[in-house]
């Protein structure tokens, strides 16, 4: 599977952005696809994942309220509106597919990684 995310950029404080993520490569449609961030420094963190079908999401809460998380599996991409960003929104945001959390290590893993895509919002 290979995964292209775009729409990262140079946003003020307050602003907005929406990523994309388009896949190739397998069934999109029967697989369950997340938005993943790193800032310089941090470990990664989950963002927002959603369902094969689209009707079920979640957010970290830090995002909620702000981010919403669609799919449009007849074009192969899984989006990441974000709203009212914020400094601390700044990373870089990848997609993931298939994403799946472990209870045992207590992160996220996936079947495969997007390249990532720079996100910097400035006060």
């Known amino acids: 599977v290979q995964l292209q995310a775009s729409g990262g950029g140079l946003v003020q404080a307050g602003g907005s952005l929406r990523l994309s993520c388009g896949a190739s490569?397998?069934?999109?449609?029967?697989?369950?696809m997340g938005w993943f961030r790193q800032a310089p420094g941090k470990e990664r963190e989950f963002v927002a994942t959603?369902?094969?079908?689209?009707?079920?999401?979640n957010y970290v809460d830090s995002v909620k309220g702000r981010f919403t998380i669609s799919r449009d599996n007849a074009k192969n991409t899984v989006y990441l509106q974000m709203n009212s960003l914020k400094p601390e929104d700044t990373a870089v945001y990848h997609c993931?597919?298939?994403?799946?959390?472990?209870?045992?290590?207590?992160?996220?893993?996936?079947?495969?990684w997007g390249q990532g895509t720079q996100v910097t919002v400035s006060s």
């Open positions: 959603i369902n094969s079908g689209g009707g079920s999401t």
């Open positions: 993931a597919f298939n994403p799946r959390y472990s209870r045992i290590t207590g992160n996220y893993g996936a079947d495969y």
């Open positions: 490569g397998r069934t999109f449609s029967s697989y369950g």
